[in-house]
């Protein structure tokens, strides 16, 4: 049941994922990128992390996505001249995964059973967030701050000058 | 008892607050120094009392001023005879001065801050007079050499007051420094510096007994201080230049009460003076008896000589002062101090009438110029006449005269020569001689005067002078030998009143000596001239003595030279050698300054300029190879992410 | 189901995310690899949190968490970017985009 599940979930997200990479239609690509996030998310459960999941769901399809359709829409651009595809990046694609493989078939550590799920409340991940990871929340919230004024800052256009 | 220290404190308190009052109000700063005046001469009053009980009263105050180590400093305030009757006669002429002040310096613009410096003074002289450390006193003998110094060059546009300042003020200082090393020579083996502490003050027989053969010499480094600020000789030269200052302020400082410091302080450390007396006579007293005897003596000659009507006063001043020092070398303490006192009335009195003379005549000093002036000036002519009397030595009704007969009357019995009584004979003559000489060209005599209708001065300025001859006179009173009421008062006898003691053998020698005086003056200068008599018989002898007998040159030319000679030294260094090492050393700085510019600027600044310049090159050279496009620079990484992946898996 | 397995996909995942982001001509594609990539390397933490020991910090789990913040900050600043450059050349082929080139 476990096995059959996550094939399910695995294939249903690879070939998602495929298809925003590959589908020539901007349009269509970003859409299926959304979709992805959905069968990450599923990953996320199954794998007992169910708050991960939620906020996958939230900040990635609801904002990411989102952000990603409206750009596109921001810029139409004529459809002939962006299309093109260069094979030199599918070869170093390949070799990169079969270099991945490789070391992961190679690790002998790694093929471990699972072991008993961990119970994991949002109440612990609450506590750990704000007692012993305290300075990196601190720090992400500066880097969002930043990231945010430097978007303004970019998009802005100049009334003035 | 305690309260002794408000006498000085109150006219040092009212100077400060006429100081702070600013040029607002001259009027109302001449009213609070008087009523200052007034409040300590009250003071005064009502301490004399308690002294009058006892004889040989003496009340003491002392306390603790700070604490250094295990060692406490200790001063405090002493009220005796001595220092009662001072304060009478310091408050009382200092009274009449300030009052003639108003009249004297109403034209003055900087009325507020002369009577500021006045009630300073005053004060300071009060303080002098009932300290009873000797630490003290000196603290008040320096406060009133400053005072001094201000009022001197009290007109500060005018240059000459400016260097007669400077001039009393260096003067004293050179005997203050001997009377500071006589401090410190005391303190040093006795340990105390308290006059009277119940018997272990260094005046008393303990603490005497601890200063051994040490007591000559400090008695003689305490009377350098004396010779300074009473102008003996050597040191006489500040006191006729001093009269460059205003004429109550001659009359306060030079005549009544800052010259009668000297005397007064050999009079307070008698004592040590008188360590080890045979008959009365000490080493110390001797050389103040002969520094007394070369002062009164030179001075009066030199008086007889001058031309400026205060200056005539000064060199009296001098003589008379010197005449006091013999007086208290000879064992007469209370006669010295009698004659201090009186002389501090009449001379007080003469200044202030020269000043009233001054004023009137717009300011003319040179008695060569005045003359007639007895119809004119009817009441300072009266009060003039009685001060010259009393000065001179007119017995029966002058203090001046009683004092100084018994001051001869003192010269004449000392055991170890009779050369002082002789030559005090001689001052008596030259006296009563300078004294009718001045009284002629000024009074007597054709007019001579610019000002063709000098009148009378206003009473603001005759009151005073009216006041102190009143003193003078009633003063004598209480000095006659008949009843020797003062003198038993400042020794602690009891007196005795016995009318035949009036008529004593030295009474007609006296009375002999100042007729002689005042008819050789008449009989000289009756045919008053511009052109001195003595100036025309003798001319030498005239110009010696009007040089002041060339004294003051010779300084000039000795000690000062040599001062000067080290100044020229010093700058010399200062400018070639210690103004050449900073000058190096500020050389070596800008050396180092100049090395560091040029490494900063040629070396570091050009390295990083041309490093900057060969990257710049080297980009733009590398730039050329680029692609520019960032999907290949992505597969880059991502190849060199596998290489790095597979080195670590290889090495496991 | 073994760690392995998991792995496997995410790498799979990861390499597919590389080859839209090396291959694909627009400047939007590109920001969709990079997303997926991040996407894959999430996975790859929860998985060894899942099968790594049991200790008292849900470690994996909060890097995940910050992981995605981040990645969403920086989609917010590259899709800004995007938008500034596009006004610029007026184009978002990233052909165009070679002023580096010397």
Redesign the interface.
Same mark, same amino acid.
């Given at each position: 049941m476990?096995?059959f599940v996550?094939g399910i979930i695995?294939s249903f %997200? /690879?070939i998602v994922?495929?298809a925003?990479? %590959?589908l020539p239609k901007?349009m269509h +690509?970003?859409l299926s990128?959304a979709v992805?996030?959905l069968g990450?998310s599923a990953?996320?459960f199954l @794998?007992?992390?169910e708050?991960?999941g939620l906020?996958?769901v939230f900040? &990635?399809i609801g904002?990411?996505a989102v952000?990603?359709v409206? %750009?596109?829409l @921001?810029?139409p651009?004529?459809v002939g001249?962006?299309?093109?595809?260069?094979?030199?990046?599918?070869v170093?694609?390949?070799a990169?995964?079969g270099g @991945?493989?490789w070391a992961?078939?190679k690790?002998k550590s790694?093929?471990?059973?699972?072991?008993? +799920?961990?119970a @994991?409340t949002v109440k612990?991940?609450g506590e +750990?967030?704000m007692i012993? &990871?305290v300075w990196?929340l601190l720090c992400?919230g500066v880097?969002?701050t930043a990231?945010?004024i430097?978007? /303004?800052i /970019?998009?802005m256009e100049d009334k003035r000058s | 008892m305690n309260t002794v220290w408000l006498i000085p404190a109150t006219p040092i308190v009212v100077a400060l607050l006429i100081l702070s009052l600013g040029k607002t109000a001259p009027g109302l700063s001449a009213v609070f120094a008087v009523i200052g005046q007034i409040a300590a001469l009250i003071m005064s009053f009502v301490a004399f009392f308690p002294t009058l009980h006892a004889h040989g009263f003496r009340g003491v105050e002392n306390f603790t001023w700070f604490v250094f180590g295990n060692q406490s400093l200790r001063i405090g305030f002493v009220l005796d005879p001595l220092a009662a009757a001072m304060m009478m006669m310091i408050t009382l002429v200092g009274l009449c001065i300030f009052v003639f002040s108003i009249g004297y310096m109403a034209d003055d613009k900087n009325l507020s801050r002369f009577f500021a410096y006045l009630s300073f003074f005053s004060g300071a002289m009060l303080g002098v007079v009932v300290a009873n450390s000797l630490l003290l006193l000196f603290i008040f003998w320096e406060l009133v050499g400053l005072a001094s110094y201000l009022l001197i060059g009290f007109w500060i546009e005018r240059p000459s007051a400016a260097a007669a300042a400077k001039k009393a003020f260096i003067t004293t200082r050179v005997g203050d420094m001997g009377f500071f090393l006589g401090i410190l020579w005391l303190y040093h083996n006795s340990g105390t510096l308290l006059f009277y502490d119940n018997g272990h003050g260094c005046l008393e027989s303990a603490g005497l007994a601890m200063l051994g053969t040490s007591a000559t010499f400090i008695a003689l480094l305490i009377f350098c201080g004396a010779i300074g600020k009473s102008g003996q000789f050597p040191l006489h030269v500040w006191l006729p230049d001093a009269m460059e200052g205003p004429t109550p302020v001659s009359a306060l400082i030079h005549a009544a009460t800052m010259v009668a410091a000297g005397v007064f302080l050999v009079a307070r450390v008698y004592p040590i003076f008188s360590v080890g007396a045979i008959n009365g006579v000490t080493s110390s007293l001797a050389v103040v008896v002969w520094i007394g005897v070369i002062t009164g003596l030179m001075a009066a000659l030199v008086a007889v000589a001058q031309s400026d009507i205060k200056r005539i006063l000064a060199y009296s001043t001098v003589s008379q002062l010197g005449l006091m020092m013999v007086s208290l070398g000879v064992g007469g303490v209370a006669a010295g101090i009698m004659h201090l006192l009186a002389h501090g009335f009449f001379k007080a009195l003469l200044f202030l009438g020269a000043g009233s003379v001054i004023h009137a005549l717009h300011h003319e000093q040179d008695i060569r110029k005045m003359g007639g002036l007895r119809r004119a000036m009817p009441v300072t002519f009266a009060t003039y006449a009685i001060g010259m009397m009393a000065l001179s030595g007119v017995p029966f009704f002058f203090s001046g005269g009683w004092t100084k007969e018994e001051v001869l009357h003192a010269t004449s019995s000392w055991p170890s020569s009779h050369i002082p009584h002789y030559l005090m004979l001689v001052g008596v003559v030259l006296t009563a001689l300078y004294m009718s000489r001045q009284i002629i060209y000024v009074f007597f005599g054709n007019r001579r005067a610019a000002e063709e209708h000098p009148h009378e001065s206003r009473h603001v300025m005759t009151i005073p002078l009216i006041v102190l001859a009143v003193c003078a006179i009633l003063f004598s009173v209480v000095l006659t030998p008949g009843w020797p009421w003062l003198e038993s008062y400042l020794t602690g006898h009891a007196p005795q009143f016995d009318s035949r003691l009036l008529f004593q053998p030295m009474i007609l020698l006296s009375l002999g000596l100042v007729g002689t005086g005042i008819a050789l003056g008449v009989w000289m200068y009756h045919a008053t001239s511009e052109l001195d008599p003595l100036q025309r018989k003798l001319p030498a002898l005239f110009r010696f003595l009007e040089n002041k007998m060339w004294i003051d040159e010779i300084y000039d030319r000795t000690i000062i030279a040599l001062g000067a000679l080290f100044a020229w030294l010093s700058d010399w260094m200062d400018r070639y050698v210690w103004d050449g090492i900073v000058r190096d050393v500020g050389a070596i700085g800008q050396l180092f300054g100049k090395l560091t510019t040029g490494t900063d600027e040629r070396v570091i600044n050009a390295g990083v300029d041309e490093g900057t310049v060969g990257a710049q090159g080297f980009?733009?050279?590398?730039?050329?190879w680029?692609?520019?496009?960032?999907?290949p620079y992505?597969?880059a990484v991502?190849l060199g992410m596998l290489a790095l992946l597979l080195l670590y898996a290889w090495l496991g | 189901? $073994?760690?392995? $397995?998991? !792995? =496997? =996909?995410s790498? $799979?995942?990861?390499? !597919?995310?590389?080859?839209?982001?090396?291959?694909?001509?627009?400047a939007?594609?590109?920001?969709?690899?990079i997303? #997926?990539m991040l996407?894959a390397a999430?996975?790859n933490f929860?998985?060894f949190?899942?099968?790594g020991?049991?200790t008292a910090?849900?470690t994996?789990?909060?890097v995940?968490?910050?992981a995605?913040?981040?990645?969403?900050?920086?989609?917010? =600043?590259g899709?800004? #970017? =995007?938008?500034?450059v596009?006004r610029h050349f007026r184009?978002?082929?990233?052909?165009q985009?070679?002023? !580096?080139?010397?």
């Open positions: 476990n096995i996550f695995a %997200t /690879l994922a495929l925003a990479a %590959t901007l +690509a970003a990128f992805m996030f990450i990953f996320f @794998l007992g992390a708050f991960v906020v996958q900040v &990635y904002a990411v952000l990603i409206f %750009t596109i @921001l810029t651009h004529d001249n962006v299309r093109g595809f260069g094979w030199s990046g599918v170093v694609a390949i990169v995964f @991945l493989i992961i078939v690790t790694v093929a471990i059973a699972p072991s008993v +799920a961990k @994991l612990q991940i +750990a967030l012993s &990871y990196p992400v880097l969002l990231a945010l430097g978007a /303004l /970019l998009v | 980009g733009r050279v590398m730039s050329r680029h692609s520019g496009q960032i999907q992505l597969g991502a | 189901m $073994t760690l392995s $397995t998991l !792995l =496997v =996909v790498a $799979t995942l990861f390499c !597919l995310g590389l080859f839209a982001a090396l291959s694909r001509r627009h939007i594609f590109i920001l969709i690899g997303e #997926m996407a999430n996975i929860i998985a949190w899942r099968f020991p049991h910090h849900p994996g789990v909060i995940a968490i910050f995605i913040a981040i990645a969403a900050a920086e989609a917010a =600043v899709l800004a #970017m =995007v938008i500034a596009y184009t978002t082929n990233v052909d985009f070679n002023q !580096l080139k010397g």
